[in-house]
């Protein structure tokens, strides 16, 4: 058919795929690829019931500079089942290094397979083969549905599974999160409209793993301004103790001081 088009037209039919975009620096990143490569991009993002939906706004944003189509998919059932992570639940997200074990309850569990189920579906819809995620090895020791191994093996599944051989591909798994930003570099994208922040302040917290991961991978030409997100820091002081809070006052004090020294 893509041949008979193209014979008529008498120019290339654009290669087309589904891509799951969050609005974060990696699926920005990948978007961004896939158009130097001279895709048709159907982006979809999914509100999983997560304690901000900021960056879907930014992967609109993404979609329509990009001319991609884009569809956000209600997944807040998620919220019922997953009562056990801080992103779907009241348990604040835990600040600090990615590595370190407390970072495990950011999991949302299983929701790459969900996310990707319904991409393969909606692939299949459309008639289009392919579907992109921006999965990337340092997501590997927390999160096991980013690893090359799950991916295959939900891919092969994929395959089984649909009349047109749905194939999920994923760039970036062998990757590290540096090298990424140091693609999407190359590829001119415009990291200050990406989100990552899990707290979904006013500005990225800078504190936060998926903040802290970000400041290390964009290490040089950051254009991210973190800064203190006031209004839940004043929505948790409220249920400190008076010498607690008096810590906490001390503490944004000479964090300020800091800052504009
Ligand atoms: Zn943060």
Redesign the pocket.
Known sequence: MDSLVKSVLGEDVPKRAVLILSGGMDSVTLLHYLKSKDYSVHALSFNYGQKHTKELGFAQFWAAKTCSYFKIIDLTVLKDIATQSSLTSDTPVPEGHYEAENMKSTVVPNRNMVMLSLAIAYAENEGIKEVYIGAHAGDHAIYPDCRPEFLGALCKASMLGTYTGVEILAPFAKMRKRDIAILGKELKVDFANTWS???GGEK?????G??VERQEALEGFDPTAYGTDYETVIKLASRLSLQDRRALSQRLLRENMEREA
């Open positions: 922040c899990y707290k990225h917290c800078g504190k936060c998926t903040c």
